[in-house]
């Protein structure tokens, strides 16, 4: 009974790195084609909920737009906008603060690790970072979702929401979305510590190749990753325990579109010393070509504005109608 329809966003939170573009962009075009109505979001009202300067946020902005662009997303084909331009997500996402139970926001993880010890002193709209990704997905009815597997607890949490929404009101109005977390890179580690996720808010830059890195950058990143003395292993069992080494294997995998068995079968038995320039060659064949394009549209802010503009138009011919049922269904 619903369109087949993907939704996925990414917040302009500055630092946009490998693990956003393996993870989330990659697949969000790979994503695209006649399958699927595909729609795309830089999520700013969420970047807010921790503190972003004011004078950095217009350009953040900006710089995710070109890169969804420059990664493969045509904003002729998927609706790619922002999201403060839409109201209606802000809307839909009071209406399932109301349907969402503190127990449930209480137990999200990313709450937990971003508040830290200090929730006393985080902002409210950190907590309820969840409820308004529920009403970004849900605002399109959308039926797929890709993103990396960091965000897994926050789609069950949709879910859920719109479960009990149905329930509540006794309609069959909101879809049970699917989560796509799938590939070999939905959680691209940190380069200097194989226990962390590779993060726009790490405060090491070694510990993340940024879209923006050049040549050397990367190069040099890469030479610096930490690894182990072995060499690397022919069968996959081998990266057990291995945490450094099964992330560089995963970046190459995903790289270059293989599995992570068919790169060790290629590399088993090399040492990390020859490993490396390996990937660094390959990261940069595949990065560079996304990074001056994304240097050569952000010449182009006018173009970026316009395409922004038109998007949030066509996001709103699909969000406008479904705020508008539901209120109806709420009885406002
Ligand atoms: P970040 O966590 O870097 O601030 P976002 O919260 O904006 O990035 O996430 C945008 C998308 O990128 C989400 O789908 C998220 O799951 C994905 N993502 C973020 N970090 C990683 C990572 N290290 N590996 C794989 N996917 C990631
Ligand atoms: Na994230």
Redesign the pocket.
């Given at each position: 009974q619903f369109t087949p329809r993907v939704f996925?966003?990414?917040?302009?939170?500055g630092?946009?790195?490998?693990?956003?573009y393996?993870?989330?962009?990659k697949r969000f075009v790979d994503m695209q084609g006649p399958e699927f109505q595909t729609v795309y979001c830089m999520?700013d009202l969420?970047?807010i909920t921790t503190w972003q300067d004011p004078k950095d946020l217009a350009h953040s902005t900006r710089e995710l737009c070109a890169g969804f662009i420059a990664a493969g997303i045509d904003p002729e084909h998927s609706i790619l906008f922002n999201q403060s331009q839409v109201p209606e997500h802000a809307q839909l996402a009071w209406v399932f603060n109301c349907v969402a139970r503190m127990g449930w926001m209480q137990r999200m993880t990313q709450w937990k690790d971003k508040a830290g010890k200090n929730q006393q002193n985080a902002s409210l709209g950190l907590f309820a970072y969840p409820s308004l990704m529920a009403a970004d997905i849900l605002i399109y009815h959308a039926t797929h979702v890709?993103?990396?597997?960091?965000?897994k607890q926050h789609l069950e949490l949709t879910r859920d929401i719109a479960i009990k929404f149905n329930n509540d009101f006794g309609v069959d109005f909101f879809p049970i979305t699917e989560p796509v977390?799938e590939g070999t890179?939905?959680?691209?580690?940190?380069l200097r510590d194989g226990s962390k996720?590779?993060?726009?808010?790490d405060t090491s830059d070694m510990s993340?190749i940024n879209m923006t890195d050049d040549a050397d950058a990367i190069a040099k990143k890469i030479r610096k990753a930490k690894t182990d003395p072995d060499a690397l292993p022919s069968e996959i069992d081998g990266l057990e325990d291995r945490p450094e080494a099964r992330n560089l294997v995963n970046i190459y995998a995903a790289l270059n579109d293989q599995t992570a068995e068919q790169v060790l079968a290629d590399v088993g038995g090399k040492q990390f010393g020859d490993f490396k320039p390996m990937l660094a060659e390959l990261a940069v064949e595949k990065l560079s070509p996304i990074s001056s394009e994304m240097a050569r549209l952000m010449g182009e802010e006018a173009e970026i504005d316009q395409i922004l503009a038109r998007g949030a138009e066509r996001a709103r011919t699909i969000a406008s109608p479904i705020l508008q049922k539901t209120y109806e269904i709420v009885g406002m």
């Amino acid at each position: 009974q619903f369109t087949p329809r993907v939704f996925s966003g990414i917040q302009p939170s500055g630092n946009l790195h490998l693990g956003n573009y393996l993870g989330a962009l990659k697949r969000f075009v790979d994503m695209q084609g006649p399958e699927f109505q595909t729609v795309y979001c830089m999520v700013d009202l969420h970047a807010i909920t921790t503190w972003q300067d004011p004078k950095d946020l217009a350009h953040s902005t900006r710089e995710l737009c070109a890169g969804f662009i420059a990664a493969g997303i045509d904003p002729e084909h998927s609706i790619l906008f922002n999201q403060s331009q839409v109201p209606e997500h802000a809307q839909l996402a009071w209406v399932f603060n109301c349907v969402a139970r503190m127990g449930w926001m209480q137990r999200m993880t990313q709450w937990k690790d971003k508040a830290g010890k200090n929730q006393q002193n985080a902002s409210l709209g950190l907590f309820a970072y969840p409820s308004l990704m529920a009403a970004d997905i849900l605002i399109y009815h959308a039926t797929h979702v890709p993103v990396g597997d960091d965000q897994k607890q926050h789609l069950e949490l949709t879910r859920d929401i719109a479960i009990k929404f149905n329930n509540d009101f006794g309609v069959d109005f909101f879809p049970i979305t699917e989560p796509v977390i799938e590939g070999t890179a939905t959680r691209v580690m940190s380069l200097r510590d194989g226990s962390k996720k590779m993060s726009k808010s790490d405060t090491s830059d070694m510990s993340r190749i940024n879209m923006t890195d050049d040549a050397d950058a990367i190069a040099k990143k890469i030479r610096k990753a930490k690894t182990d003395p072995d060499a690397l292993p022919s069968e996959i069992d081998g990266l057990e325990d291995r945490p450094e080494a099964r992330n560089l294997v995963n970046i190459y995998a995903a790289l270059n579109d293989q599995t992570a068995e068919q790169v060790l079968a290629d590399v088993g038995g090399k040492q990390f010393g020859d490993f490396k320039p390996m990937l660094a060659e390959l990261a940069v064949e595949k990065l560079s070509p996304i990074s001056s394009e994304m240097a050569r549209l952000m010449g182009e802010e006018a173009e970026i504005d316009q395409i922004l503009a038109r998007g949030a138009e066509r996001a709103r011919t699909i969000a406008s109608p479904i705020l508008q049922k539901t209120y109806e269904i709420v009885g406002m």
